[in-house]
């Protein structure tokens, strides 16, 4: 049976949301390559994952958890063992996500697998037979279309793209043991960063900040107007305000930063160099707010407001919050 | 302590992306090319390691044409004490390609640590490092902000979403590095001078095929035309009403 495996992510025994992103890619690489191929959702633990049996919804036709005990949090070597071995029982294609498990992990498979890696891709299609990718480059100012000819065939999804379908399928769930240890490269605690914080790269609202804020504290309106989108949205950065300091690079979009791709990205004060409209481009919505009409950043906003975003920024928050009554 | 810092030349990160005639690559007329940012981290790194070690050497390994040397030289004034350019016409789509040149160069070379940018900002593949660390069988720690070694164990900070994960390995092992990890020095007057004198080898390979064949390179889809909601705060009313019945974003 030809399969294609969808490499998920739990963290704290919970299912991560790109999980169910991966198993969408995968079933529409299953159903474009025909043949009544299958996908395998495979989520890795010391135990079953919440939300593992929910998999079924977006295309898997089975799901198997592999558990070991080192296999709590990530286990770079162990999780890479255990995917490959999996993989060489017969997948034709292993998806992972482009999250920063999956930036780890996908290499590795691919490089036991002795074959190449189609990375952080937004796009995929089968045309006669081959599986094709798209995968942006140069931080998204141009699209490669690459042909993957790997057998088995590796690549890793941006998250935020594959938007989950409900593709209903038999989900049927099995959990393996296997006695794989963790390797040597072990995960010794994770620091939680504020309580709830979202990754600037997995949200479904991004609110970045530039030069126009003036000032570090002046980020506090930001986060406010953050705070007013009821935990949906994450405090993004332009470079020049990260490397001067005022906030963590953890927070900064564009081509030496993160790239996004979020349902609505709200530029604040920031005027739109190449390297930063690289990094937002593929938001979905784009709003940008600043007090040069002729800042670059208007040239990809399909919504612009000019004026003192001191005076804009606390009207949106108020208007947003009466929406949400 | 010894220590291999792998680079690559790259444009640079205010380029307008052409394509090239060949419908596939970068058109590379006018285009200014430089060390890759992250893998100036790693060269710092290096040298900071070394310089804490009180002894060691910094060799830097390229993988790419000619005018990589000119990258090469740029890790050299910075402090490194060799450079190695592995030739080739070009540097493959198939980051595993690379990596099993890169490997095979560095394979019983008795490095304590080897060390990668996190990816390189052209082709975005975050891969050779990780897979280079495969083929050497060494542990591997990715997308290091924070880096500690003490008698022989590393201790790395990595960013995860919404988190930094603490992980440790023993040396030798392979990291890349991430932005925050240090602040990469700037070549002196002195040190470019210094890295003309530098010995760098330069190895012609050949390349396997790989499994990543690249088909065209396509300009981002545009984006559709914007436009101007209004000036200042009573502009926010329209906004949000063509973000909710318009976009369908609220």
């Known amino acids: ?325 | 302590m010894k220590i291999a810092v792998c680079i690559k030349r790259v444009a640079d990160s205010e380029t307008r992306v052409k394509t090239a005639g060949d419908g596939k690559s970068l058109d590379d007329a006018g285009v200014k090319f430089i060390l890759n940012p992250y893998d100036e981290f790693a060269v710092e790194e290096a040298l900071q390691r070394k310089e804490k070690a009180g002894a060691g050497e910094v060799v830097v390994l390229a993988l790419g044409g000619a005018a990589a040397q000119e990258t090469i030289r740029t890790a050299l004034a910075m402090g490194a004490d060799r450079g190695i350019l592995l030739q080739t016409d070009t540097v493959p789509a198939d980051g595993f390609v690379t990596a099993q040149a890169i490997a095979a160069e560095l394979k019983g070379g008795g490095w304590d640590l080897v060390l990668f940018g996190k990816m390189a900002i052209d082709d975005y593949n975050s891969q050779v490092g990780p897979m280079v660390a495969e083929l050497l069988d060494l542990p591997c720690v990715t997308a290091v902000a924070h880096l500690t070694i003490e008698g022989g164990t590393v201790t790395a900070e990595r960013e995860i979403e919404g988190a930094v994960e603490v992980v440790q390995c023993s040396l030798p092992a392979v990291i890349t590095a991430d932005k925050g990890i240090n602040e990469p020095r700037y070549p002196a007057l002195k040190g470019i001078m210094a890295a003309k004198k530098k010995p760098l080898e330069v190895k012609p390979v050949s390349l396997s095929g790989g499994a990543i064949e690249v088909l065209a390179m396509l300009p981002p889809p545009a984006r559709k035309e914007g436009k101007i909601v209004g000036e200042g705060a009573a502009a926010i009313p329209a906004l949000v009403k063509l973000l909710r019945e318009e976009a369908k974003v609220l």
Not at chain 1, 43 to 49: D, I, N
């Open chain 1, 1 to 325: 049976m030809t399969t294609v495996l969808a490499v998920c992510e739990q963290r704290d025994g919970a299912l991560r949301k790109v999980s169910s992103e991966v198993v969408t890619g995968a079933r529409r690489i299953a159903d474009a390559l025909g043949g009544g191929a299958e996908v395998e959702a495979l989520v890795l633990g010391s135990g079953p994952a919440s939300g593992a049996d929910q998999l079924g919804t977006f295309g898997a036709d089975r799901v198997v958890t592999l558990t070991a005990a080192g296999f709590g949090t990530y286990a770079p070597e162990g999780y890479a063992r255990a995917v490959v071995d999996r993989a060489k029982a017969g997948a034709v294609v292993v998806v992972c996500a482009a999250s920063a498990q999956g930036k780890d992990l996908a290499p590795r498979i691919a490089a036991k697998l002795a074959t190449g890696l189609a990375a952080d891709v937004t796009d995929v299609v089968v045309e006669g037979g081959a599986l094709m990718a798209i995968r942006p480059v140069y931080a998204g100012k141009a699209l490669l279309k690459v042909k993957l000819t790997g057998k088995p065939a590796v690549l890793s999804l941006r998250p935020n793209v594959f938007t989950p379908v409900p593709r209903p399928k038999a989900g049927a769930a099995q959990t393996v043991a296997v006695t794989i240890p963790a390797g040597r490269v072990t995960v010794k605690g994770i620091k939680a960063a504020e309580a709830g914080a979202l990754d600037v790269a997995e949200a479904p609202i991004v609110i970045s900040g530039g030069r126009g804020l003036k000032e570090p504290a002046n980020f506090k309106i930001l986060e406010d107007l953050a705070h007013a989108f009821g935990g949906r949205a994450a405090v993004g950065a332009s470079r020049a305000v990260v490397d001067a300091g005022w906030r963590p690079h953890a927070d900064q979009v564009g081509q030496t930063g993160k790239t996004v791709s979020p349902t609505l990205y709200i530029a604040i004060g920031i005027s739109g160099a190449i390297q930063h409209l690289a990094g937002m481009r593929t938001s979905k919505v784009i709003v940008a707010i600043n007090k040069d009409k002729d800042a670059p950043i208007f040239k990809v906003a399909d919504y612009g407001v000019v004026g003192d975003l001191f005076e804009i920024v606390p009207a949106l928050i108020s208007e947003i919050g009466k929406l949400r009554g």
